[in-house]
Structure formats: C-alpha cells, structure tokens
C-alpha cells in the first residue's frame, strides 16, 4: 500500500502570501485554459511506497523541477527530508507537517539523493538522518530562500494564484489535499486545467494537474487532475531572496523584523508600495483592516484543518466569525467607498472594535495604548472561545506577572485589557512604573504589537492539534 504523510494541521497565519511576496495576479483572463510544465522540467514519477513521506517527496520534486530550469537534473533525497529534525519539530510520528517541513528546508536545503539513497519510516528514518550532519554542507548548495503559502479562503484568489505560480513563474507546487487521496496528502503541482476527460465526456471545471509520488502504475502513469476544491493548501520555494518594499524601514531599525513579517504574510500593508511610514499615527481603520485579515485568515486555517479531524471521527465543528453587510453598518462617517468599510462591519460585528459612539466609528483617529490593549484582548478571547467549540481542548495562554502602574487604575476602563494585555505578553510598561495608557499607538509600535499578537495566535493553533 502507498503511504500518505501529510499531518493535518492549520496553516500559520504568519506564513508568508504568495500575493505580497511572488507576485500574485488576479488578471488572469490572457492566461492559457490549459498549462502543463515542459518534460524537460518534471522530474521522473518515483514511487514512495508504505513510507508516509509525500511532503517530502513532492518538496523534493518542486526543488528538482527549478534545478532543471538550469540545466541541472540530479535527484534530491525525500529520505533525508523525512527524518532531519529540522523539519519534523516536535512531531516523531509518521508523516510531516507540512508548515513545519517547509520551515526545515529553509534551514537544511535539499541533499542529493546519490549521497543518502534511504528510505525508512520513523523511528529508523529519524535515527539515520540525524547522523549526518555532515550532508547539511551539500544542502546549503540547494536551500530556497523562503517558501510562500498560495492557500486562500475564496477559491477564485486560490485559482488564480496556483495558475501564477505554474505558469506565469515556472514554478512547481506543493499541493496538500486531506480527503481527495483518502487520507491526507501531498503531491507535486505540474499544470492546470479548465476540464478534465471522465470516460468519453469532457467535463468542465478547475483542475490542478499533479504528479503523484506511488509510482507510474498510479493512474494515468502517475498523474492526474485534482479539483481545485479538493486543494487545501498550497507552498511553493522562493529561491531569490524576497524583495521588502518599505524604503523607510531599515534592517538597522528596531521594529525591521516585526515590520517585516507582520506585512509579508499579508497582514499589514504599507501607506504606499514603497512607504510604511513608522512613524506616523496607526489610525482605527487600519487596525480594523488588520484585525479582519487576521480573522478571515484564521477561519480559513481551522476550517482547512477540520476537514481531516472529521475524517478521524472526531466532534469538531467548523468556526464562522460575524460578518455585517453595508446596509446594517451604523456609523454615518463610513462610506461603503471607504477602504476600511468591510474591515469595520466586521470587527464591529465581532465585538473586537466598538465605535467612538453609536452613530460614529471615527476609522481616522489614532487608536491610544489603553485602545489598543482592548482590541488585542477581544481578538485573542474571542478566538479562544471559537477554537473552544470547534476543536476542544485545554487551551493555555501566557500568564505573565504584571506589574502594578501608577497611570492604570481599577476604577479605568481599560484596567482589565491593560492587565491581560501584559499577563498574554502583548504589551508591557514603560520601565517606570507607568503604562502610559492615553499615548497614541505609532505605526511600527503598533506593527510590533501586532506581530506578537499574530505570534499568539499561531501558538494556539498548535495547540489545535
């Protein structure tokens, strides 16, 4: 029997957007309605057999098909993949989880299959990959740079998206599906398709064309067409290093990281294509956008993943946040033309964000310390409740002491999300025994806070498996 491997879990809403990072396009009308990869750049059809080392075989594959662009046709090994703890972290059971594995690769590279030719499942795979440190010198000669997520929550962003990376970049993907194989798996994207030949009929629809890795016998000599809704998730490598757009966020500045991931995984965007401007106010609307994209993204994550819990057997239960239209938006200063609109309907309708009043929301005025506080904790107890219902289990967050400040009494009514704020390790004093609750935010304050925010999130949905 062929193995399966791919270990469900929800996708990081920290991993980065193949539409901020690679160049996603939604205009897609001049693409062909069907694109296969040249011969020249598919690597062979190999077979894994009972090993339930997918991930790594389709990665290794995806890797092999951008060497081939050059010329280079040397087969790279899923068995050392598989067993390197790199990309296995906590998990020492059968199969990889995917996020985790592609972090690995970043780390190790890929290794030529000539210098580790084994194939064995865990524990055996574990024990042997893990003696050879001295292959981590050849993968450094075949590390990507990055990797970037193309799974989206509207199907026709994820379509367009898979469609740009095949055709428009040249590039293999990685395809995660949890019920089109039966079990959860991983198979290399070479093509796609408007219509896929079942028996004498020509059936219509959006196919991604696949390699599989269980040998020729499989299907039509180890490909086929998977339905684009049977995609869960989808990664490709990015072998160039990803260009950050921001001229007024230097490496030498202290929030460059945070302000750097919290945008490539397309959670907060600059005020222009070339400016972030970090110093300037971070204003309500913003907040409400970023906190939307948070949300959708994490619906899109869980309910992905619910898919296999369901397949165990298990009571899981997908999660659904409010969702308000224009017509039941209350507040008279906001025009469905605004750009925050929706953002605002939505965070409002989750109690996340409450108005200046009932009739005003007030999207351009600086969000205070003490403000950003309340957002925070709303965003992160409401997802604890929804991950409470759809997943049960314990869920622990962060309790950290938390100092007593002269400026935050408990008669304020911020005194509560001020003291959560600091016991979750969002936020934190100013070293002097004040919290300063009424300073306005600044924007690459408010992207620091924000990516411990998102940091938080991520360890829940962990938590999740």
């Known amino acids: 029997m062929s193995g399966y491997g791919a270990v469900p879990a929800p996708t990081p809403i920290r991993s980065y957007d193949y539409e901020i990072c690679a160049g996603y396009e939604s205009n897609t009308k001049d693409y062909p ?16 057999g009972a090993v339930g080392a997918c991930v790594g075989f389709s990665s290794c594959s995806c890797a092999e098909s951008h060497f081939r662009k050059s010329g280079d046709n040397e087969r790279l090994s899923p068995g050392f993949f598989y067993g390197r703890d790199e990309c296995r972290g906590n998990h020492k059971g059968t199969g990889l989880y995917a996020d985790t594995a592609m972090k690995g690769i970043i780390k190790i590279g890929f290794v030529p299959y000539h210098l580790y030719p084994i194939l064995e499942e865990v524990p055996k795979a574990l024990t042997l990959a893990n003696e050879r440190d001295d292959l981590l010198e050849y993968g450094k000669k075949k590390k990507p740079e990055s990797y970037v997520c193309l799974a989206y929550a509207l199907k026709d962003k994820m379509w367009d998206s898979i469609r740009t990376a095949l055709y428009k970049d040249n590039c293999a993907v990685v395809i995660i599906s949890h019920e089109y194989f039966g079990g959860s798996h991983a198979i290399m994207g ?10 004498k009929k020509r059936v219509k629809g959006r196919y991604v064309e696949l390699q599989n890795s269980w040998g020729e016998e499989w299907s039509e000599d180890g490909r086929d067409l998977i339905p684009l809704e049977y995609v869960d998730d989808a990664y490709v490598f990015v072998w160039e290093p990803i260009k950050f757009p921001f001229t007024d966020v230097k490496e030498t500045d202290w929030f460059y990281d945070d302000v750097r991931s919290v945008h490539l995984c397309g959670l907060v965007s600059g005020t222009t294509d070339t400016t ?5 106010n971070f204003i309500r609307g913003d907040v409400a956008m970023i906190v939307s994209r948070a949300i959708e993204k994490l619906e899109h994550s869980i309910n ?12 899981v239960k997908t999660i659904s946040f409010n969702k308000w239209t224009e017509s039941t ?3 008279r200063d906001i025009s469905s033309v605004d750009y925050y609109c929706k953002a605002v309907a939505d965070v ?3 109690g996340i964000m409450n108005g200046k009043s009932d009739v005003e929301f007030d999207a351009t005025a600086t ?4 403000e950003l506080c309340a957002t925070a904790v709303r965003l992160i107890d409401a997802i604890v409740q929804k991950l409470k219902v759809s997943v049960p289990a314990n869920y622990k967050l962060p309790n950290n002491e938390v100092e007593a400040f002269d400026d935050v009494k408990q008669q304020d009514w911020y005194y509560p999300y001020v003291q959560k704020a600091c016991a979750y390790g969002i936020m934190k004093g100013n070293g002097d025994g004040t919290f300063a609750p009424n300073k306005d935010v600044i924007r690459c304050e408010g992207a620091a806070i924000f990516h411990r925010i998102f940091k938080l999130i991520d360890e829940l949905l962990i938590q999740t498996i």
Do not use: C, H, W
């Open 190 to 199: 070479i093509g796609y398709s408007d219509e896929k030949i079942v028996g």
């Open 348 to 350: 409002v309708a989750n």
């Open 276 to 280: 972030f401007e970090p110093n300037a």
């Open 367 to 370: 969000m205070t310390r003490a």
């Open 33 to 48: 309605t069907k694109f296969t990869f040249p011969e020249n750049l598919i690597p062979p059809v190999y077979n894994q």
């Open 304 to 315: 992905t993943f619910i898919k296999s819990k369901r397949q165990q057997g298990l009571a």
């Open 329 to 331: 938006l209350p507040f």
